[in-house]
């Protein structure tokens, strides 16, 4: 791969205004006289402060700016496709779009060299039935086989399926073997920065709402618990709803965490969501987002 002029990483960004930010002081410190001006007449803009209102966020790239504008940072070929979905993965305006151009970076040859971990990570959170296979791959009855895992997990999945989960598994450290050959799970730290987090975790929520639509109908009413609160609040009281269903989750989790050896694996889904437009105005994303998926 050609040499990069660029004196500072890209493949370390996820927000390319960000990059733009840092790019632009280390260009100015390695060289004094640098302004947004020069960079200007380098890319070929007719306006002296462009890079400066992109940084700022007050103005967008689009397909007809971005080569001038790679032109300026002196982007080798692979920086400037990553470059390209960077800035689209970056502007986009809804989830789809962002998932889109977020499997676009993944696919970087670059940047799967420099983050290894995310596109299994990704991959982990694609799919609903790696955390399924993450608790029964320690049950006592487990022989050993993708075959006896695809025929416990209902839906059904195949045993191919449920082969590359356990790789998928075993690449991130969430489970590992131990010396008589049987499985244990492990909790390393997801590594994913902020904002691709937040991205797969919608992802993945998105999968388990499809998958209760698809086996509500189907599952007998004394194996199931399905139930819904409309309610009328006052302001700020979200706050306190958030923290009782964080605490709840916290009991469940307590509750079976001596269940070392499962022997059947349920899915407990808790929603809560405004649906009023003044509840929406307020900050939603919890840390506890971020959590495990016991």
Known sequence: MPKSASPVNLFDYKDY???LHDWFIAAKSARGSFSYRAFSMRAGFSSPNFLKLVMEGQRNLTEESLPKFMQGL????????????LVFFTQ????????????????????????????????????????????LIVSKDFD??????????????????????????EKLGFIEKTASGR??????????????????????????????????PITPSDTRDVSSLTLGIAKGRMAQLKKKIQEFRQEVLKLVSNDTEPEEVVLLNMQLLPVTMEGA??????????AGTK
């Open 74 to 85: 002196k982007l080798n070929k692979q920086e400037q496709d990553f470059f390209t979905n």
């Open 17 to 19: 205004r960000k990059f």
């Open 281 to 290: 105005k307020q900050p939603f994303l919890a840390p506890a987002d971020k």
């Open 144 to 169: 050993g086989t993708p075959e006896w895992l695809a025929s416990k997990i209902f839906p059904a999945i195949t045993p191919q399926q449920a082969a590359k989960s356990i790789e998928v598994l």
């Open 183 to 216: 499985y244990k799970q492990a909790s390393p730290l997801v590594t994913t920065g902020p904002e691709s987090l937040s991205l797969v975790l919608l992802n993945y929520h998105k999968n388990l709402l499809e998958l209760s639509q698809t086996i509500m």
């Open 92 to 135: 986009a305006d809804t989830h789809e779009k962002k998932d889109f151009y977020y499997k676009k970076l993944l696919q970087s040859k670059k940047y799967s060299e420099l983050k290894p971990l995310e596109k299994e990570q990704y991959n982990y959170y694609a799919t609903w039935y790696n955390p399924v296979i993450r608790e």
